[in-house]
């Protein structure tokens, strides 16, 4: 079609672009309105709540019974006794144990065979097991670090009931001559073997913290997970009412109306007569309405709508 014959059909009534601009006018029905909306009342939050341990094996000090620690073949100790998990599945202390700054993970105090002429070796069962930390009442004085020095303070003021345990250890020697073992491994090797054993079953004396009823003290664990605090809110739409035809984007112009996108692109042409484009302005004004967001976008095309 030549500018000629376009011209000509602008200046006819605009019966194809009102029957366009009525179509539009029944799409954008919004009359209706959401009518029912679910909401949160959200919460304050709250903190996470700390209680007592579970006391598992401990709960009985009469029955008590380690638990087997295999032929030795492991490098870690089995120490399943010892642990418990709070409400995050994190690993936790099922006894008391005093609140220092530990090298490692300590789960109990023990004391373990002595390797000095004279005192106890007191230190903790940890992952790769006994750690010594003193060696407490030895006639040759020896000085305390900070850590020692509270590690054994804190020891003297509580009261423990001691239960035998075995953990596996390099061979142990006191004043050179060796301690035995119940076991060793590699079984059918020991001191005087060659190779030599690597490790022996030694007995440890666990101690356990009791209160002066004698049950024990167990540790403060989270019990309770931290609830964050969520402000009120509307949740979700749960109904609506004629809202008009669910497919309407409504978007930019719909470009794909060919009417619609000829009439801007005659517009803005440089070719387009002035009575030809006053009619175009015409046709855009009465589809777009004023301050509806398709005139907002006709403005932005350089279309001057008022």
Not at 110 to 124: E, I, R
Request: glycine residues 8%; without cysteine; proline residues 8%.
């Amino acid at each position: 079609m030549n500018t000629y014959q376009k011209a000509i059909r602008y200046t006819k009534p605009l019966v194809e672009i009102d029957e366009k601009i009525d179509h539009l006018d029944e799409m954008m029905t919004t009359s209706g309105m959401y009518t029912q909306v679910a909401t949160d009342p959200g919460n304050d939050g709250s903190p996470p709540v700390f209680g007592k341990a579970p006391l598992g094996d401990f709960g009985d000090l009469e029955s008590f019974s380690w638990a087997d620690q295999g032929d030795g073949s492991s490098s870690s100790a089995t120490l399943g006794q010892l642990k418990t998990s709070d409400v995050d599945g994190d690993a936790q202390l099922v006894l008391s144990m005093p609140d220092l700054d530990y090298p490692s993970t300590a789960y109990a105090m023990a004391f373990a065979p002595s390797q000095a002429v004279s005192g106890n070796a007191l230190g903790y069962i940890g992952d790769s097991g006994f750690v010594f930390v003193y060696q407490i009442n030895n006639v040759f004085s020896v000085p305390r670090s900070e850590f020692q020095d509270a590690f054994v303070k804190a020891y003297e003021a509580g009261g423990f009931v001691q239960k035998p345990i075995t953990l596996w250890h390099t061979l142990i020697y006191r004043v050179n001559q060796p301690v035995q073992p119940s076991e060793f491994y590699p079984a059918g090797r020991n001191f005087d073997t060659t190779p030599q054993a690597e490790k022996g079953l030694y007995t440890y004396q666990l101690l356990i913290p009791v209160r002066t009823d004698g049950t024990p003290i167990e540790n403060e664990i989270k019990t309770t997970a931290e609830i964050p605090a969520r402000p009120r809110s509307v949740s979700s739409v749960v109904s609506r009412n004629d809202l008009g035809d669910p497919n309407y984007y409504p978007g930019p112009i719909a470009m794909d109306l060919p009417t619609l996108q000829e009439m801007i692109q005659e517009y803005n042409s440089p070719h387009t007569p002035a009575y030809m484009k006053q009619n175009i302005i015409r046709g855009l004004d009465s589809w777009a309405k004023p301050g509806s967001r398709n005139r907002r976008t006709l403005q932005g095309l350089g279309i001057p709508l008022v």
